[in-house]
Nanobody, 122 residues
Framework: QVHLVETGGGVVQAGESLTLSCEVS????????MGWFRQSPGKEREFVGF????????HYSDSVQGRFTISRDRAKNMVHVLMSNLKPEDTAVYYC???????????????WGPGTQVTVSS
């Protein structure tokens, strides 16, 4: 099983940047895709992007394309998302997740972290 823990959330001003990290542990995650999702109160969980652990291939949602960058550090078993030019609508709980499929569908992800809150003030 894969175990995930996110860190790095906080309160920032609009236009600022913030990096979230996800510590990955367990077995077999080398073949996984590591995704980031977010959820705001009253809204469904939204796909942010994913990275393939082995090849480093990334894919992003249209809402964050060009502003967010996902990376992984295989030596430290960490996945990061650098969030730039943050907007108030980026406010959400951000989750790290793992899947054997390269998909934006949250139901394809088998393991989830507890989440970390990001608040962007205007």
């Amino acid at each position: 099983q894969v175990h995930l823990v996110e860190t790095g959330g906080g309160v920032v001003q609009a236009g600022e940047s913030l990096t979230l990290s996800c510590e990955v542990s367990g077995r077999g995650f080398e073949r996984y895709y590591m995704g980031w999702f977010r959820q705001s109160p009253g809204k469904e969980r939204e796909f942010v992007g994913f990275i393939s652990w082995s090849a480093g291939y990334t894919h992003y949602s249209d809402s964050v394309q060009g502003r967010f960058t996902i990376s992984r550090d295989r030596a430290k078993n960490m996945v990061h998302v650098l969030m730039s030019n943050l907007k108030p609508e980026d406010t959400a709980v951000y989750y790290c997740a793992a899947s054997t499929r390269s998909s934006p569908r949250s139901d394809y992800y088998d393991a989830w972290g507890p989440g970390t809150q990001v608040t962007v003030s205007s």
